[in-house]
C-alpha cells in the first residue's frame, strides 16, 4: 500500500512559480514511476510530467516542457513538481500518482495510488 500527500499549492499571478511537492510512504521501488497529473474544471485530467525510480529518467508533456521540472529530493524524500512562468491555463487540482513503470507514462490508467490533489490558481 501507498499513500501519497501533495503540499504546496496556492494562488500566483501570471509569471509566478510555485513548488508542489509529493510525499510518499510505503512500498515504491525501481519498477515504479512516479506522477504528476492535473485536472481543470471541465477538463481531462493531463499528465504533466513522471519520474521513473530505477533511472531518474523524467517525461513531461508539452505544454509545460519548458517551464515545470519534475524532480525527486532524496533529503526531503519528496518527488517535487518545479514549476515557473505560471500561465492562467495552469490552473488546475494538481495530484501525486503512483503506478508501474510503462508507455505512455501519462496514461491515467496506470496508476493506481493517488493523492487528494493540492490547488493551484493562475490569476492574469
Known amino acids: 500500500q501507498v499513500q501519497l500527500q501533495e503540499s504546496g499549492g496556492g494562488s500566483v499571478p501570471a509569471g509566478g512559480s510555485l513548488r508542489l511537492s509529493c510525499g510518499a510512504s510505503g512500498f515504491i521501488s525501481g519498477s515504479h514511476l512516479m506522477a504528476w497529473f492535473r485536472q481543470a474544471p471541465g477538463k481531462e485530467s493531463e499528465g504533466v510530467a513522471a519520474?521513473?525510480?530505477?533511472?531518474?529518467?523524467?517525461f513531461s508533456a508539452d505544454s509545460v516542457r519548458d517551464r515545470f521540472t519534475i524532480a525527486r529530493d532524496s533529503a526531503r524524500n519528496t518527488l517535487d513538481l518545479h514549476m515557473l512562468r505560471l500561465k492562467p491555463e495552469d490552473t488546475a487540482m494538481y495530484y501525486c500518482?503512483?503506478?508501474?513503470?510503462?508507455?505512455?507514462?501519462?496514461?491515467?490508467?496506470?496508476?493506481?495510488?493517488w493523492g487528494q490533489g493540492t490547488q493551484v490558481t493562475v490569476s492574469s
Open positions: 519520474y521513473w525510480i530505477a533511472n531518474g529518467r523524467t
Open positions: 500518482a503512483v503506478g508501474w513503470y510503462g508507455m505512455p507514462w501519462n496514461d491515467a490508467k496506470r496508476y493506481n495510488y
